[in-house]
Nanobody, 115 residues
Framework: QVQVVESGGGLVQPGGSLRLSCAASGSFFRINAMGWYRQAPGKQRELAATITSGGTTNYADSVKGRFTISRDNAKNTVYLQMNSLKPEDTAVYYC?????????WGQGTQVTVPS
């Protein structure tokens, strides 16, 4: 059983910053990629950023230059530093972790940037 737990969401004014954290625990085997996805009201879930165990990152065009993904492999934790937040960043942010047996999702954390 693998648990993925996000934290750090909240309400932030436009132009502000938030840092999301996500920790994976349980019986996993060699976590490779970890990532952040987001789902805005009435829209499909979309990629925000991913990072491999080797540190290779990938960002959605909409967040490049504003968001930074990082991870601590020893703690099986991934972070998402979000700067210059915009109202269109409002969404539930989901973390996932992938090991050799599957893909595991967290329950999500709400980020709200009022217009």
């Amino acid at each position: 059983q693998v648990q993925v737990v996000e934290s750090g969401g909240g309400l932030v004014q436009p132009g502000g910053s938030l840092r999301l954290s996500c920790a994976a625990s349980g019986s996993f085997f060699r976590i490779n990629a970890m990532g952040w996805y987001r789902q805005a009201p009435g829209k499909q879930r979309e990629l925000a950023a991913t990072i491999t165990s080797g540190g290779t990152t990938n960002y959605a065009d909409s967040v490049k230059g504003r968001f930074t993904i990082s991870r601590d492999n020893a703690k099986n934790t991934v972070y998402l530093q979000m700067n210059s937040l915009k109202p269109e960043d409002t969404a539930v942010y989901y973390c996932n972790a992938q090991d050799l047996r599957g893909l595991y999702w967290g329950q999500g954390t709400q980020v709200t940037v009022p217009s």
